[in-house]
């Protein structure tokens, strides 16, 4: 079936530095995506959505770049903070009620 | 708003044994949703409802029912639980329409199956 997956499982980042996040997709009929942030012990948060007719939104200290043609989508964070740490998921909403989530990424932040 | 809640936080059973898990959402959602999480893993959908009354299968519904005789709450039950189903449980809800596909999510529920 169709699937959502991730390029690296954890990311170290450097306090301050930038982070970006990346997620492959494999339907091309997917219209709709979301980054969620899951702390340990929580229920995954929304961090921010984009719709497949815009390449990029910006929320606070957050990025998503959508590129439909190779199916990619990255999440960016600005100047990441220890409260960054956490695992985070892409989605994909392709069947209108439903979405298929990917594996995560482990994002670490080093002080 | 207390937004989605669920019921138990944590629960211990023994093979064979049933259960229910309750999830309450107070934002007039007409959608919601039961996953499960298994470690280092993303979340699979089990069961999902569009509206009061409706339920339908998800990804892996293989040993758990579900219902949702009322808009604000979703059931989950295991029947005969089994240690395969050691899991964590999130319920998630979203509204119809409005623009948004967003789905939001509870707490969870860690479940263990001896």
């Known amino acids: 079936g169709e699937s959502v997956g991730l390029h690296l499982p954890t990311l170290s980042v450097q306090e301050g530095d930038n982070s970006i996040i990346n997620c492959a997709y494999s339907n091309s009929a997917s219209d709709y995506f979301i980054w969620y942030k899951q702390e340990s012990g929580k229920g995954p948060q929304f961090i921010i959505d984009i719709r497949s007719n815009m390449d990029k939104r910006q929320g606070q200290r957050v990025t998503v770049l959508l590129n439909k043609t190779v199916k990619h989508l990255s999440l960016q964070i600005a100047a990441t903070q220890p409260g960054d740490s956490a695992v985070y998921f892409c989605?994909?909403?392709?069947?209108?009620?439903?979405?298929?989530f990917g594996g995560g990424t482990r994002v670490l932040v080093k002080p | 708003n207390a937004g989605v809640t669920q019921t138990p936080k944590f629960r211990v059973l023994k093979t064979g044994q049933s259960m229910t898990l309750l999830c309450a959402q107070d934002?007039?959602?007409?959608?919601m949703y039961w996953y499960r999480q298994d470690p280092g893993m993303g979340l699979r959908l089990i069961h999902y409802?569009?509206?009061?009354?409706?339920?339908a299968k998800g990804e892996v519904p293989d040993g758990y029912n579900v219902s949702r005789l009322k808009k604000q709450n979703f059931l989950l039950g295991l029947e005969s639980a089994a240690p395969s189903q050691t899991s964590v449980y999130f319920c998630?809800?979203?509204?119809?329409?409005?623009?948004?596909?967003?789905?939001?999510f509870g707490p969870g529920t860690r479940l263990t199956v001896l």
């Open positions: 409802s569009v509206g009061e009354g409706t339920t």
């Open positions: 998630a809800s979203r509204t119809h329409g409005g623009g948004t596909d967003t789905q939001y």
């Open positions: 989605a994909e909403n392709t069947q209108g009620n439903k979405l298929t």
């Open positions: 934002m007039n959602h007409e959608y």
